[in-house]
């Protein structure tokens, strides 16, 4: 699956309004952030979002297979580095919001997790579902994340953020849905935007038609997973 696919991830919300039980932005006082600390965390997701927008211009651009694996194997690494650091800020302040290191530094750290490998994303659900509750994650982002997660076991998604992109077919297909006739209510519930918004050429028949594939696809990243 390594050659054809992509995990895809929501744009970050920066609104200003937090719903009862939704938490759709984050409210904080900008001159009490730790401003050291929200400047590496910047620095680090500009990084994050770079290489893999590079790595998607890569995928459209029809490079090699070796030149793929070549860039993903960049991307491991810096993935590996910026989860020591991450866990580092864990450690030390729980998981800080967007008070301590400011909304992009919290976009920065869960992105960290949600890059990092099935055992590390399991270990943070919890402090992340609670971190929620206390208005320093974005609902949105653990739909994402409880996606991510129900994809690498082989089950089928709730929200639908999970796809891969076929640079042959040049189409990004998305993995089994548990309840596609209430998609975009679940996807609303969590701050998420309708999903053609998500993905243009959504399609409910071409899902349909295109989820026996899916299914494979959803077993083989289970199979990759458990190893």
């Not at 409210?27 to 600390?37: I, Q, Y």
């Not at 297979?65 to 800020?89: G, H, T």
């Not at 653990?142 to 891969?164: F, H, K, N, T």
């Amino acid at each position: 699956m390594k050659n054809k696919s992509l995990i895809l991830i929501c744009s970050f919300l920066t609104c200003t309004l937090i719903g009862a039980g939704q938490v759709i932005s984050y409210s904080f006082d900008p001159d009490k952030v730790n401003k050291g600390l929200a400047a590496q965390m910047d620095t680090l997701y500009q990084e994050d979002q770079r290489t893999r927008m590079e790595l998607i211009g890569l995928i459209k651009g029809g490079a090699s297979q070796k030149a793929l694996d070549s860039f993903r194997a960049i991307i491991k690494l810096k993935d590996s580095a910026n989860l020591v650091f991450a866990e580092q800020i864990i450690s030390k302040y729980g998981w800080p919001g967007a008070q301590e290191i400011g909304m992009q530094g919290a976009q920065a750290l869960f992105l960290v997790i949600q890059h990092a490998d099935l055992k590390t994303q399991k270990k943070y659900y919890p402090l992340i579902k609670q971190s929620e509750k206390e208005g320093k994650v974005l609902s949105a982002n653990v739909a994402i994340l409880e996606d991510r997660i129900a994809v690498r076991e082989g089950q089928p998604q709730l929200y639908g953020s999970q796809g891969y992109f076929d640079k042959e077919k040049n189409k990004t297909f998305i993995y089994p849905l548990k309840d596609v006739e209430n998609l975009d209510s679940l996807r609303k519930s969590m701050g998420l935007q309708p999903m053609n918004k998500y993905i243009q050429d959504w399609d409910v028949e071409a899902y349909k038609s295109y989820l026996p594939y899916a299914e494979q696809l959803l077993k083989k990243s289970r199979q990759e997973n458990s190893n």
